[in-house]
């Protein structure tokens, strides 16, 4: 699987020619949604979720879907069958990825400021997505994607939130809003959040691409010889039964 990091919050997965896009927003980018096979998107906010462009892209490719929380997916009830409303503990499979949904409300922002529904998508074992949200999955994260600015989120809650899902690596997103200096200056709070397991917390610039073969390749030779925590795994597999 090859995960290449867009503008902001959005993420393209890609394997064996198949493609997820993760919360292609107004601020993502142009092309976002070329070649996309399914289209996921954490929550209704404007920077995870262009909507005309995804209005769009489902009218003129006959084959895409949207797959997001059931109150977001009402809003393009117009397309049928093709967008599905999921829901914290569901799994679906798309094309050729596996995804477990973890639900939790958007972020407090502010007290004025409604809060939204928010879903995370962990992508065939290995990539997390939590939107908007500090959600710590029920199983183990190899790579998370990091929120790393927001209205609703203290640098130290980042660090604590890396700290506690433990991926074996990790990459920022949400980005969108630092300046020159303010991303010079993540690099050192990315470096302070991975320092006690020695975790690779790292920003990729946008259009930069990264192949996970060799940690999926890993964590499946985790899983197979129980190197993998047991409790995580005995809930992973409560929780996401089919």
């Known amino acids: 699987m090859r995960l290449t990091k867009l503008e902001h919050a959005c993420v393209r997965l890609e394997k064996d020619g198949e493609v997820l896009v993760i919360d292609p927003g107004t601020w993502s980018g142009p092309g976002v949604l070329d070649g996309a096979t399914a289209i996921l998107v954490t929550h209704e906010h404007f920077d995870h979720l262009d909507a005309d462009l995804v209005r769009s892209a489902l009218a003129g490719q006959p084959g895409l879907t949207l797959w997001t929380n059931p109150q977001l997916a009402e809003q393009f009830a117009e397309f049928g069958g093709r967008v599905h409303g999921v829901q914290e503990g569901e799994a679906f499979g798309v094309a050729d990825f596996e995804v477990h949904v973890y ?105 930069s691409t990264v192949d996970l073969s060799s940690l999926s390749g890993l964590m499946r030779a985790a899983r197979a010889n129980g190197t993998v925590g047991y409790a995580l795994r005995s809930r992973h597999d409560q929780r996401f039964a089919r």
């Open 103 to 207: 639900g939790a409300p958007h972020a407090l922002i502010h007290r004025d400021i409604p809060i939204v529904a928010n879903t995370g998508f962990l992508v065939d074992g290995t990539v997390f997505h939590p939107g908007d949200a500090l959600t710590v999955p029920e199983e183990d994260v190899p790579v998370l994607l990091l929120p790393a600015s927001a209205p609703w989120l203290k640098t130290g809650e980042m660090i604590d939130y890396a700290r506690e899902v433990n991926p074996r690596q990790g990459f920022a997103i949400h980005d969108a809003m630092l300046s020159d200096k303010g991303l010079a200056g993540l690099t050192n709070w990315l470096a302070l959040a991975g320092r006690p397991a020695g975790t690779p917390l790292d920003r990729l610039e946008p259009g």
